[in-house]
């Protein structure tokens, strides 16, 4: 008989019954570390005092009211996000994959309305991840998300990651977009380098197409910067953004310059739910934590420390582990041993890791954990791996 919830999920066996900071607590009392933050969402850890202000604050006035009225929560996050980004202009979901929809409909409305409607085709990379919606699916390509579906999407060329030969060989009459993760998450934790992300805005500029960032995992303070890109010293003309911007809020974002959304008119794109006062109450209080320079200071500190620790841990384990990979506190360990093997001798030694491709194991730990917490981690890791060793 099938379990009353969908079976979609491998889950572990695990469940709790309150979050403080970077800790989980199971309902016999048990106390987790947690490295995972629900896959980089609870930017700010659990139960912030300012998220749990700005929501309850929220919940005691109004809920919803639909996007037939100005909610000025929503034009307070999205003033918040214009001012402190590339972005000239912001809409609201409440997900990754629903930004990745309109992020592949606002590239392609704007060739349509340049008079160029044969302008569809997205190039994507191998590894992607972008959600499970018909386009996210069809934008990563992968047998595993597509196969059964049904026909897929068109208008999606994926190419090897990092080639940016192949991008150039690529790009024809029909290109609209580059889509790419500027560190991939799902795919294992893989930072596209600064000089390959360049290429690919050169690319976009001399083509006159458009870059899209996913920085759904990525973005929002992850890699010590509030996003990803920004190391690397480009801007993209669309980047999707979800997760951490909610700090465990459902909220997701487009943000677009002025030129790429400029095919976006009323009537052309909505969302009953997608800017509600309660997730832009929210993530208004997590943009104003975040987006300081103290605090990503403080981050850029933190991942120092974790990272030379896990240097530490990889060189003491060299049956279990390979290397470190990623950056800011998107860190991943690639694998020797099965690293699902390693994700649940962490779940015995209580310590949270989520399992990504390529046999990588991910650290995606709250913005805020403590140094007290980093070193409370290398030892439940060190204990996960030696169990590993000897299992
Ligand atoms: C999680 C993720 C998505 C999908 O977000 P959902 O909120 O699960 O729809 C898209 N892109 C990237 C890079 C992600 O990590």
Redesign the pocket.
């Given at each position: 008989m099938i379990a009353s919830v969908l079976p979609t999920y491998n889950r572990a066996p695990l469940s709790f019954v309150k979050g403080e900071g970077s800790w989980l607590i199971a309902a016999d009392g048990r106390r987790f570390l947690d490295l995972g933050s629900g896959?980089a969402v609870n930017a700010l850890g659990h139960a912030h005092p300012a998220l749990v202000e700005a929501l309850t604050n929220q919940a005691q006035n109004l809920w919803h009211v639909s996007n037939l009225y100005e909610i000025p929560q929503q034009q307070a996050l999205a003033d918040k996000l214009v001012a402190e980004t590339f972005a000239d202009t912001v809409f609201f979901t409440n997900?990754?994959?629903?930004a990745?929809e309109l992020a592949v409909k606002m590239a392609r409305k704007y060739f349509y309305d340049k008079g160029q409607p044969e302008r569809v085709e997205i190039i994507t990379f191998e590894g992607s991840?972008?959600?499970?919606s018909s386009a996210?699916i069809a934008a990563a390509g992968s047998e595993k998300m597509v196969k059964g579906f049904g026909p897929i999407l068109p208008g999606f060329v994926h190419l090897p990651w990092g080639d940016t030969e192949a991008v150039a060989a690529a790009i024809g009459d029909t290109t609209a977009a580059i889509l790419v993760?500027p560190v991939q998450?799902?795919g294992g934790i893989r930072p596209m380098p600064d000089q390959d992300l360049k290429a690919l805005r050169a690319l976009c500029d001399e083509h006159g197409l458009l870059l899209i960032l996913?920085e759904?995992?990525c973005g929002v303070g992850r890699t010590g910067k509030l996003f990803a890109h920004e190391w690397a010293g480009i801007t993209p003309d669309i980047m999707?953004v979800?997760?951490g911007i909610g700090g465990g809020f459902p909220l997701?974002a487009v943000l677009a310059t002025e030129n790429a959304a400029s095919g976006m008119t009323a009537g052309t794109h909505g969302s009953t739910y997608g800017g509600n006062p309660l997730g832009c109450a929210v993530g208004c209080a997590v943009m104003d934590h975040v987006a300081t320079p103290e605090f990503l200071a403080e981050v850029n500190k933190k991942a120092g420390l974790l990272r030379q620790k896990l240097e530490g841990l990889v060189a003491s384990h060299p049956e279990v582990f390979e290397e470190v990979r990623g950056t800011g506190l998107m860190l991943g360990l690639k694998c020797k041993a099965a690293n699902i093997d390693v994700v649940q001798a962490g779940y015995a030694a209580e310590v949270i890791t989520v399992p990504a491709a390529d046999n990588v194991i991910r650290l995606l730990p709250a913005l805020t954990i403590t140094e007290a917490d980093i070193t409370e981690a290398m030892t439940r890791l060190d204990a996960a791996a030696t169990a590993v060793e000897s299992a």
């Amino acid at each position: 008989m099938i379990a009353s919830v969908l079976p979609t999920y491998n889950r572990a066996p695990l469940s709790f019954v309150k979050g403080e900071g970077s800790w989980l607590i199971a309902a016999d009392g048990r106390r987790f570390l947690d490295l995972g933050s629900g896959i980089a969402v609870n930017a700010l850890g659990h139960a912030h005092p300012a998220l749990v202000e700005a929501l309850t604050n929220q919940a005691q006035n109004l809920w919803h009211v639909s996007n037939l009225y100005e909610i000025p929560q929503q034009q307070a996050l999205a003033d918040k996000l214009v001012a402190e980004t590339f972005a000239d202009t912001v809409f609201f979901t409440n997900s990754g994959t629903e930004a990745c929809e309109l992020a592949v409909k606002m590239a392609r409305k704007y060739f349509y309305d340049k008079g160029q409607p044969e302008r569809v085709e997205i190039i994507t990379f191998e590894g992607s991840f972008h959600g499970r919606s018909s386009a996210g699916i069809a934008a990563a390509g992968s047998e595993k998300m597509v196969k059964g579906f049904g026909p897929i999407l068109p208008g999606f060329v994926h190419l090897p990651w990092g080639d940016t030969e192949a991008v150039a060989a690529a790009i024809g009459d029909t290109t609209a977009a580059i889509l790419v993760e500027p560190v991939q998450g799902e795919g294992g934790i893989r930072p596209m380098p600064d000089q390959d992300l360049k290429a690919l805005r050169a690319l976009c500029d001399e083509h006159g197409l458009l870059l899209i960032l996913d920085e759904v995992q990525c973005g929002v303070g992850r890699t010590g910067k509030l996003f990803a890109h920004e190391w690397a010293g480009i801007t993209p003309d669309i980047m999707m953004v979800a997760k951490g911007i909610g700090g465990g809020f459902p909220l997701g974002a487009v943000l677009a310059t002025e030129n790429a959304a400029s095919g976006m008119t009323a009537g052309t794109h909505g969302s009953t739910y997608g800017g509600n006062p309660l997730g832009c109450a929210v993530g208004c209080a997590v943009m104003d934590h975040v987006a300081t320079p103290e605090f990503l200071a403080e981050v850029n500190k933190k991942a120092g420390l974790l990272r030379q620790k896990l240097e530490g841990l990889v060189a003491s384990h060299p049956e279990v582990f390979e290397e470190v990979r990623g950056t800011g506190l998107m860190l991943g360990l690639k694998c020797k041993a099965a690293n699902i093997d390693v994700v649940q001798a962490g779940y015995a030694a209580e310590v949270i890791t989520v399992p990504a491709a390529d046999n990588v194991i991910r650290l995606l730990p709250a913005l805020t954990i403590t140094e007290a917490d980093i070193t409370e981690a290398m030892t439940r890791l060190d204990a996960a791996a030696t169990a590993v060793e000897s299992a």
